[in-house]
Nanobody, 126 residues
Framework: QVQLVESGGGLVQPGGSLTLSCATS????????ISWFRQAPGKEREGILC????????FYTDRVRGRFTISRDNVKKMVYLQMNSLKPEDTAVYYC???????????????????WGQGTQVTVSS
C-alpha cells in the first residue's frame, strides 16, 4: 500500500524557517520522482519543487526560488522541503506526491501524480 505522510508544518513568523518531511512507504522509493505542491485557500493546487530519482531538482514557481530547497534520503525513504525566509503568501496546505511511473521525470501537473499525502498546514503570520 503506497503511503505518503507529511509533517513539520505549523505557525511561523515572516522571515522564519520550517522543514517539511514526507515519509513514504509501500513502493520502490529510489525510482520515483517526488514533488511538493501547495494549496492556499480559494486557489488551485500549485507545484513548487520536484526531485527526481537521479536527484535532479525542478522548480515550478519562481516565487520560492532561492528560499526553498528539496532533498531526498533514499535510505529513510524521505523527502524534505526546507523553507527559508517565509512570507505570508507562503501560507497554504503543503502536499507531497509521487510521480505516476518509475523513472519518469518531474512534472508540475497535478494529474501526473497518483499518490498524495494528507497535507500539512503552514501558516506564516506575525
Amino acid at each position: 500500500q503506497v503511503q505518503l505522510v507529511e509533517s513539520g508544518g505549523g505557525l511561523v513568523q515572516p522571515g522564519g524557517s520550517l522543514t517539511l518531511s514526507c515519509a513514504t512507504s509501500g513502493f520502490a522509493f529510489d525510482y520515483y520522482a517526488i514533488s511538493w505542491f501547495r494549496q492556499a485557500p480559494g486557489k488551485e493546487r500549485e507545484g513548487i519543487l520536484c526531485i527526481n530519482y537521479r536527484n535532479g531538482r525542478t522548480f515550478y514557481t519562481d516565487r520560492v526560488r532561492g528560499r526553498f530547497t528539496i532533498s531526498r534520503d533514499n535510505v529513510k525513504k524521505m523527502v524534505y522541503l526546507q523553507m527559508n525566509s517565509l512570507k505570508p503568501e507562503d501560507t497554504a496546505v503543503y502536499y507531497c506526491a509521487r510521480r505516476q511511473e518509475q523513472y519518469y521525470d518531474c512534472s508540475g501537473f497535478v494529474s501526473s501524480y497518483d499518490s498524495w499525502g494528507q497535507g500539512t498546514q503552514v501558516t506564516v503570520s506575525s
